[in-house]
């Protein structure tokens, strides 16, 4: 496919407020005005080089968080059309307003805003710089421009102090306030212990004895509680960590999962073009910033690894697996569905499809390491 047909863009965009502790991203604090802007001016660039195409079917700005940027010039750049979901990552404290009616203006349709803990400990422990209440106000006020918006969290987060509360102490109660938020969508992630990352450091450094970090079962526990409970709410699991009201899914992450090219602009993006693979790329002969800390990468992946590539990551969705063709995975996805953790193979259009059953969807990442 060349790059004028691929339908869906994701920006990228490394800057924060603060780092917090759970976080290895790409992506910087402390940095001015003036390096924003610079950046929005290398992205408009970036998209002035690709080759002329019609409109994007999804456009998303991560990060990071976009909104510390002033994205007026993107938005010019870009035209989304009306059919377009256009999708920005939001801190609570970037839910100004002045903020939201620009993002609406601006041609923004989806807002996914990042909460993480539904507890003020924690969330002063991950340094996310604002409390429950600032972030149930600020998804209250984004509800009022836009019905499509959802919210991340993370579970299994190390209770703050030593001898605290359990993680998921008033499990219950903490997650009930959602009830009235209106959530369209919701992801959840585990933890994962980066070593980049502050809290990867202090556990390495010997202070995880201050840290009680639950163990996996307490994990998968907890992740099957929360399903129930979005449930309860209308929303409905669709990929692992995803769970949306019908008809209010992630477009854009659906089309990468389901193996659709994408095209990432910007120093953390990664992209799908054909068989390359981008990652901090600029568009056609657009070189990126001197300063930053990532090599460009374009690799070409052979045929096979392409294929593989954008079948597998299927099983992560409601799609399933399609198995066909592969007669090397029958034995390993049997086995998986005799132990409980694949649903037998059932009809998905015309080929037939292994889906993860609700324990396998925990342990999605042991069943794609047999496969590749
Ligand atoms: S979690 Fe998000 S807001 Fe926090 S440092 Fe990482 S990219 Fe920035």
Known sequence: ??????????????????????????????????????????LVKALGSLPAHGPFSTVYFGGGTPA??????????????????????LHPLDATPDALKSLKAGGVNRISMGVQALDDATLADMRR??????????????????????IDLITGYPPPKAGGRSWDDGFSRLWARLGTWGLRHCSVYSLILEDDSLLGRRLRNGTAKEYGLPADDEVMDRLAAISRFLKSLGLERYEISNYAAPGFECRHNLATWRGEDY????????????????????GPGVEPPGAHPLPPECEEVSPEQDELER?????????????????????????FAAEGLLTPPRLNGRRPAYRLTERGAEVCDSILAELV
């Open 1 to 42: 496919m060349g790059l004028e047909e691929v339908k869906n863009l994701y920006v990228h965009f490394p800057f924060c407020r603060g780092k917090c502790t759970y976080c290895a991203l790409h992506s910087r604090a402390g940095t001015s005005p003036a390096a924003r802007a610079e950046y929005v001016q290398r």
């Open 68 to 89: 510390l940027c002033d994205l007026r010039p993107l938005f010019d750049a870009l035209e989304p059309g009306p059919q377009c979901e256009f999708t920005v990552e």
């Open 129 to 150: 710089g604002c409390t429950v209440a600032e972030a149930e106000r600020a998804f209250r006020l984004v509800k009022t421009c836009f019905d499509n918006a959802g």
């Open 263 to 282: 095209i990432g602009l910007g120093e953390g993006a990664h992209g799908r073009i054909g068989r390359l693979r981008t990652r901090n790329w600029w």
């Open 311 to 335: 079948r597998i990551f299927s099983l992560r969705t409601r799609d399933g697996l399609d198995a066909s063709g592969r007669p090397e995975w029958e034995p390993i996805l049997g086995r």
